[in-house]
């Protein structure tokens, strides 16, 4: 039976979060009817008995194998009933009628083909990754704090929508994977999240697919969530997995928009990046307090593996197994 929205969240090692997601919906100013299914990405970390408890409603799916963020969803995908979708993190809160404001939007909106929403973090800052603009070798090698804080409006980063804000709806490249409401037959057409990712890129991915289909993406400001963000890994991960894996990702997304070449050229402007980066971080450690001295060797470890990955010698990356989940 068809029904308005299905709320897809893939669980990993989450969930006190999960919980709290949960109840936010619940307990938040929706309207919509829905359905909301949680795939647990073989984290067996006792969300079933959870659910079965707290949530007895919710639709559970248990993948017996990690087959990544791309695959879990398209796994949760397969038994929704909506005819809209929202693809959710497990550490998100809904804020009053975030769910109901997104899917009016998709809903009239122009062309609209998925929406997203102003995600804020924990201390209810402006979150600025909830958009993107589509990956180029030259705003990637640009990815740089300080540049972003200084020029926050710069057409580079594609975050102009969240410092102007007119109560309106704004036309954006991508998506934050976060909170992204998708039409359902748009969703399938374009073929699904890819699983060329494991982890990382898939919201661009799949932003870019909509985009090549003939349809927009919009950022809607006065829907608001709270994305608290490393729910389900840290990220002071003394291996860089997660650094590695988004660097990795971002080459597969090259490969397959731009071409081997290009991907190629993106990779030679990492090693360039981190060349210079580690450079400055050498020169700055030792006039730098002790307090400092963590983060200052923290980031000369990240910026020696993200080398290493940009010369072919973190191996791993590349035999990931990626579920299709499909």
């Given at each position: 039976m068809k029904i308005d929205?299905?709320?897809?969240?893939?669980?990993?090692?989450?969930?006190?979060?999960?919980?709290e997601c949960i109840a936010s919906i619940q307990n938040g100013q929706i309207s919509t009817e829905y359905e909301i299914i949680v795939v647990d990405s073989a984290s067996f970390d006792g969300c079933a008995e959870m659910l079965k408890t707290?949530?007895?409603d919710v639709i559970f799916v248990q993948s017996k194998e990690n087959i990544g963020f791309a695959g879990s969803n398209n796994l949760g995908y397969k038994y929704a009933n909506g005819d809209t979708l929202l693809f959710l993190n497990p550490d998100t809160e809904i804020i009053g009628s975030a769910i109901d404001t997104m899917y009016t939007g998709l809903s009239t909106l122009k062309n609209a083909g998925a929406v997203g929403c102003r995600l804020l973090n924990s201390d209810m800052s402006l979150q600025t990754s909830c958009i993107q603009p589509f990956p180029t070798i030259l705003n990637q090698f640009l990815d740089i704090e300080l540049l972003k804080r200084v020029f926050p409006k710069a057409k580079l980063w594609g975050l102009k929508p969240l410092f102007f804000s007119s109560g309106k709806?704004?036309?954006i490249d991508a998506i934050s994977g976060a909170c992204l409401m998708i039409k359902s037959d748009i969703f399938k057409k374009v073929g699904l999240f890819s699983t060329d990712y494991f982890m990382y890129s898939e919201d661009v991915d799949l932003c870019y697919m909509v985009n090549k289909a003939g349809y927009l993406a919009y950022y809607i400001d006065e829907?608001?969530?709270?994305?608290?963000?490393?729910g389900s890994s840290s990220k002071k991960e003394e291996n860089h997995f997660s650094n590695i894996l988004l660097k990795e990702s971002r080459s597969i997304f090259f490969s397959k928009t731009e071409g081997k070449t290009y991907a190629s050229l993106y990779k030679l402007s990492t090693a360039l990046a981190s060349i210079v980066r580690l450079s400055a971080l050498l020169?700055?450690?030792?006039?730098?307090f002790t307090s400092k001295k963590d983060s200052i060797r923290y980031a000369i470890k990240k910026w020696h593996k993200i080398l290493r990955w940009s010369l072919g010698l973190e191996h791993w990356c590349k035999d990931l197994e990626y579920g299709?989940?499909?």
């Open positions: 929205l299905s709320i897809i969240i893939v669980n990993w090692n989450s969930v006190e979060y999960l919980k707290r949530f007895p709806a704004q036309r829907a608001k969530v709270v994305h608290h963000g490393g020169v700055l450690s030792p006039l730098l299709t989940g499909k």
